[in-house]
Structure formats: structure tokens, C-alpha cells
């Protein structure tokens, strides 16, 4: 078996990554956390899996608070 080394991220990429996890409910940001570990590990050939859209329990989150602001 071949060393493959691990993956190295910048201090910029970390930042995105970091910000890309807010807004996520707990569960996803633990599983999106676990993706990018194994990511950099080299325990997995893709990085973690983010939705393009916001997810619902975020959306929910955003529509009762601007409702109890009124």
C-alpha cells in the first residue's frame, strides 16, 4: 500500500468552511464536520457535502424569528 500524505488546507480555506457551518442545524454541522476530518485524512476523496440551499430547519429558524420581532 502506497503513503498517501494528508490533505492541507490554508487559513483562508479553513475560514470559508468554518463560515459555510453557520446557519446548519447541530446534526448536519456534526456530520459535515466528520466529512471534512475524513477529508483531510485522506479517509475520503471528496471534501464534505454541502446543500447549495440554506437547509429548512434554518430557513423555519429565520421565518419565527422575524415573526416574534413584529
Known sequence: MSYTPPVRKTRSEH??????????????RVRLQ????AYLA???????????EPTRTCLLRIFLSLRSNT
Request: net charge negative.
Open 42 to 52: 485522506s479517509e475520503r476523496e471528496n471534501d464534505a457535502e454541502f446543500d447549495d
Open 15 to 28: 475560514q470559508l468552511f468554518v463560515q459555510r457551518l453557520r446557519g446548519r442545524s447541530a446534526s448536519e
Open 34 to 37: 466528520r466529512e471534512h476530518t
